[in-house]
């Protein structure tokens, strides 16, 4: 893969294969994903759509001694204000010397559209110089700027002469993709292109033979654990407690990282990725341009994910037995943890909507612990989650709506499935509460849901919100649904217009 050449990335509707509108059955889903057949899905109807500017912008304002630009109206930043407050919490867990997030905006006008967004730039990049010192500039294109055809990479190019900090453009239009996860690829571009060069050494520092000798062995067990937005710090540490227990060096990156992070990434010995969806495009890039070889398959939620998590890492480095005496142990452990718990779950009926790999990977463990998943739902699935979901047990009798959003959909699929419990993303847990159903996070980022510590943390917080889920059965007796009752005599996935042929292949 090489597209860092090229001044912004193809978005994911060009470079996968993806789509975010379907309904219908798993292996349907599958078979036509390895068909190459789902590009094409769309809905007649749509009710909601995400921006990618806005996706980037939660992997961007995590990084350290970083100033973000919003280059555009100000409208597109102002996500940047509900999530300042968590964004420095949780910089100060990493750091306690940690900035909160920094973010101006060019603040276009329709004068800039007709003269040109250039000078906007050229202003805020010197006040973000003079007044922060940031060692990292991130200026984030938007909509109208790439509409008018303003030069951004040329003018930072210009620009970089004149100022320490050093300038990344990030190109993360929103109207260019409907596939917001094209967000990934967006901020991973700007960090190839500008961030990742290998650092200087100090050429004066002579290393006697032994500390040369500790500091190659160093390196050949340093490993890149690439983290994503929606993980909590309690999951880092889990995951590097599991890589620490191989012997294995850990650099966390690229969220909540210091940019001199960026730097050593390039030395390690080997990328391991937690999402394919995340970050594929990130390591096959620094495979090609470093030499560094990664890990992709999955994600280590529920045990069986972490098992395999953990053993194809083990492989690379010849670990093979300590990982599996490790697993053994773990998993042993975990299972007594577990079993107060199981009959509380038994039989319980679990819809669970996510990222196509969380949501997956979460439907395995909501198994493992007993329960019987009904229903998934996924923002956008592409290729990544093939072999996840060709592996999920019952998934010949499990429904999958893939949907960025559409909560008419998930309403109608509340009313039709019934589930006893629902996990999801914080935008859709409000709208799951308003038919009575306990809810619980499907990810947040103070809790663990990571490795095997992450298996018993859910399964502790699942056992106490179904002891007592009075507060949502009461919220929907006094709420009103917002949909016509027609609708829920439909079929949930009447508006996606592929429908009528995946129907047409079970
Ligand atoms: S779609 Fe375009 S204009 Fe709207 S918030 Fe996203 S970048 Fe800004």
């Given at each position: 893969m090489d597209y860092i050449k090229e001044k912004t990335p193809p978005v994911r509707e060009d470079r996968l294969r993806v789509c975010n509108a379907y309904g219908g059955s798993c292996p349907v889903l599958v078979k036509q994903s390895r068909k190459g057949c789902i590009n094409g899905l769309r809905r007649s109807f749509s009710q909601t759509q995400g921006c990618q500017l806005n996706l980037s912008l939660a992997s961007l304002n995590t990084f350290r001694d970083t100033v973000i630009i919003v280059h555009g109206p100000v409208g597109c930043g102002g996500s940047n204000v509900s999530s300042a407050g968590s964004v420095k919490t949780f910089k100060k867990l990493r750091d306690p010397q940690a900035q909160?997030?920094?973010?101006?905006?060019?603040?276009?006008?329709?004068?800039?559209?007709?003269?040109?967004?250039?000078?906007?730039?050229?202003?805020?990049?010197?006040?973000?110089?003079?007044?922060?010192r940031p060692e990292i500039i991130m200026v984030v294109n938007s909509c109208v700027p790439a509409l008018i055809g303003d030069d951004l990479d040329g003018l930072l190019a210009e620009l970089q002469p004149q100022v320490h900090a050093r300038l990344a453009p990030v190109h993360c239009e929103g109207f260019k993709s409907r596939i917001m996860a094209s967000a990934y690829d967006a901020v991973y571009h700007g960090i190839l292109r500008n961030l990742t060069a290998p650092p200087e050494r100090d050429k004066s520092v002579i290393l006697d033979e032994t500390e040369e000798f500790r500091c190659k062995l160093r390196k050949s067990r340093t490993v890149n654990l690439l983290n994503v937005s929606s993980m909590s710090r309690a999951d880092e540490l889990e995951l590097s407690?599991?890589?620490?227990?191989l012997g294995l060096t850990v650099n966390i990156l690229p969220h909540f990282a210091h940019p001199e992070q960026f730097k050593e990434a390039t030395e390690?010995?080997?990328?391991?990725?937690?999402?394919?969806?995340?970050?594929?495009?990130?390591?096959?890039?620094?495979r090609d341009l470093f030499g560094i070889p990664f890990i992709l398959n999955t994600i280590p939620i529920g045990v069986k994910n972490t098992n395999k998590w953990i053993l194809d890492i083990a492989g690379h480095f010849g670990l093979e037995e300590q990982a599996k005496q490790l697993i053994s142990r773990e998993n042993a452990e975990l299972e007594e943890a577990i079993a107060p718990f199981r009959p509380q779950f038994q039989g319980k009926r679990v819809l669970a909507c996510a990222g196509e790999i969380r949501v997956i990977a979460t439907a395995e463990m909501l198994q493992y612990l007993g329960m019987e998943v009904i229903g998934l739902r996924a923002y956008h699935y592409d290729q990544f989650a093939d072999n996840l979901l060709d592996d999920l047990a019952n998934r010949e009798k499990i429904p999958i709506n893939v949907a960025t959003g559409q909560p008419f959909e998930q309403a109608n699929l509340i009313e039709k499935l019934k589930p006893d419990v629902y996990l999801g993303h914080v935008n859709?847990?409000?709208?799951?509460?308003?038919?009575g159903l306990p809810v619980l996070p499907i990810f947040q980022q103070s809790n663990n849901y990571m490795g095997y510590n992450g298996t018993?943390?859910?399964?502790?917080?699942?056992?106490?919100?179904?002891?007592?889920?009075?507060?949502?059965?009461?919220?929907?007796?006094?709420?009103?649904?917002?949909?016509?009752?027609?609708?829920?005599?439909?079929?949930?996935?009447?508006?996606?217009?592929?429908?009528v042929i995946l129907e047409g292949d079970r």
């Open positions: 909160g997030l920094i973010w101006l905006s060019t603040n276009l006008g329709e004068a800039d559209v007709i003269r040109g967004g250039e000078t906007a730039v050229q202003e805020a990049v010197f006040y973000a110089e003079q007044e922060f407690r599991l890589l620490q227990a390690a010995a080997l990328n391991i990725s937690i999402c394919a969806t995340h970050d594929d495009y990130f390591v096959e890039h620094l859709n847990n409000g709208w799951a509460a308003r038919h018993f943390e859910v399964a502790r917080r699942l056992a106490r919100i179904l002891r007592n889920p009075a507060f949502n059965r009461n919220l929907s007796q006094n709420n009103d649904q917002p949909y016509f009752d027609h609708w829920f005599k439909e079929e949930p996935f009447s508006y996606i217009d592929g429908n």
